[in-house]
């Protein structure tokens, strides 16, 4: 009798060790790659924040707060511009020195980072079942290595206030169909008029009742500082709001809006208004389309995503640093390039088809080529001078152009897909004798 074949041990490359090492490596080498990012920044000083302030002291002092203004070499002189509302909450900073305000505004900042990178990843975590803590915290060191992070940060603004206020309302409260759904948008509106933007995407979407809490938000906080501030109110709703030129040169390279790239070939002359609108009226049309589509499926990341890059694109002036939106559209092609679909809030995967090999490889080459695009930059390592200059070779047209060339084209690729919920689990039936007792009751 012929000795019984002993089959071979399984070959695994379960390697706990080895997948610590290289995730640790991975860490340390983003986290050493920040320094030289944030470098070329230094020069900015937290330039904005010091407007700010110097704003507030101005303003305190019993000057009209839009009178405020500071020559700068680039834009010629710059203005407070911001909302009355804003002025509200950024008087108190001017009572403490400038830079215990620059330390507040810096980690706030960072925790902002922090809070709104977990939102974002911690669904796709779960669905792919993805190492937590390591994917959290490259995540984040990534989100810090962005340019539009990089230059928040250095110029002290406060954009991540706003992500903040936007992503709690449009990925928790509104899907959970909450009271206060759209307090944050309405908030957010009123600091700074960019998030209006999303109060149109709850209307296209049909979010009636959360459009109308973010529109009396914003109401009641205009309302609040008008009370307080009537005059500069009055003259900022009246006069200053439309005045684009106190934000600053719209051909700057900077400036990374459809007007900017209009104004880039008109330079120094503003470009032709009805060319821009009909420009702004397509992109709004299709973006929101998308966006709106995207909802009604259930992706609701896909969605506010698609906004605010819509935002970006058709605002007057959109600054490097307002450009946040990358950020959730590179999770949204990485989840997709994994073969998942959206899932819950709560974080349950959710099934369905992965995608085809193909398409799974170009939305994840499309992930990384945006990421680098991102953390690169467009004004970080280039000096694009004093003087406008038109634009007026196809390289420089790619490069004095490139975020809004990639949000055009993240509008159109950019992938939305249905949710599918995860079912509940069966109840385990009762045993036969379990059944026979509860028939007869209590004895």
């Not at 939305?363 to 695009?373: C, E, F, G, Q």
Request: with cysteine.
């Amino acid at each position: 009798m012929p000795p019984e074949s002993v089959a071979p041990p399984a070959v695994t490359d379960d390697d706990p060790g080895g997948r610590t090492v290289r995730r640790l490596v991975t860490v340390v080498a983003l986290a050493a790659v920040l320094p030289a990012l944030y470098l070329p920044g230094r020069v900015h000083d937290f330039f904005d924040l010091k407007i700010y302030m110097r704003a507030m002291r101005w303003w305190a002092d019993g000057n009209p707060l839009y009178d405020y203004a500071q020559p700068d070499r680039v834009q010629g002189e710059l203005y407070f511009t911001y909302p009355p509302f804003s002025a509200l909450l950024l008087r108190p900073f001017a009572l403490i020195p400038l830079g215990a305000t620059i330390t507040i505004f810096t980690i706030l900042t960072v925790l902002g980072v922090v809070a709104t990178t977990r939102w974002l990843v911690r669904p796709m975590i779960a669905q792919h079942g993805l190492p937590r803590v390591f994917v959290v915290t490259a995540a984040v060191l990534l989100v810090l290595a962005v340019e539009s992070t990089r230059e928040t940060i250095t110029f002290g603004q406060i954009n991540m206030l706003l992500v903040v206020l936007i992503l709690a309302d449009l990925l928790f409260a509104v899907p959970q169909g909450r009271r206060w759904a759209g307090v944050g948008v309405g908030l957010a509106t009123a600091l700074k008029l960019f998030p209006g933007i999303f109060i149109v995407y709850l209307l296209v979407c049909r979010r009636w009742w959360a459009a109308a809490v973010a529109s009396a938000t914003a109401a009641a906080a205009t309302l609040l500082a008008a009370a307080v501030a009537p005059n500069d109110s009055w003259r900022f709703w009246t006069h200053e709001l439309w005045a684009t030129d106190r934000v600053g040169r719209t051909d700057y390279t900077g400036n990374q809006s459809l007007f900017g790239l209009l104004s880039r070939f008109t330079a120094p002359e503003k470009p032709d208004r009805l060319l821009w609108l009909l420009l702004v009226a397509v992109v709004a049309g299709y973006g929101l389309w998308r966006a709106a589509r995207a909802a009604r499926i259930g992706d609701q990341l896909a969605g506010l995503t698609l906004t605010g890059l819509v935002g970006g694109l058709v605002s007057p002036i959109t600054w490097t640093h307002h450009l946040y939106w990358f950020v959730p559209a590179v999770v949204v092609l990485a989840n997709a390039a994994l073969g998942g679909r959206p899932s819950s809030l709560g974080g349950l995967p959710a099934t369905g088809p992965a995608d085809d090999a193909g398409r799974r490889r170009w939305l994840a080459a499309l992930a990384v080529a945006t990421t680098a695009v991102i953390v690169y930059g467009v004004v970080t390592f280039y000096d694009w001078g004093v003087a406008p200059v038109i634009t007026d070779t196809p390289g420089q047209f790619l490069i004095r152009n490139t975020y809004v060339l990639l949000s055009l084209l993240l509008l159109v690729t950019l992938p939305a897909r249905p949710y599918v919920p995860r079912p509940e689990p069966s109840r385990p039936a009762a045993a036969p004798e379990k059944l026979h007792q509860m028939d007869r009751g209590p004895e």
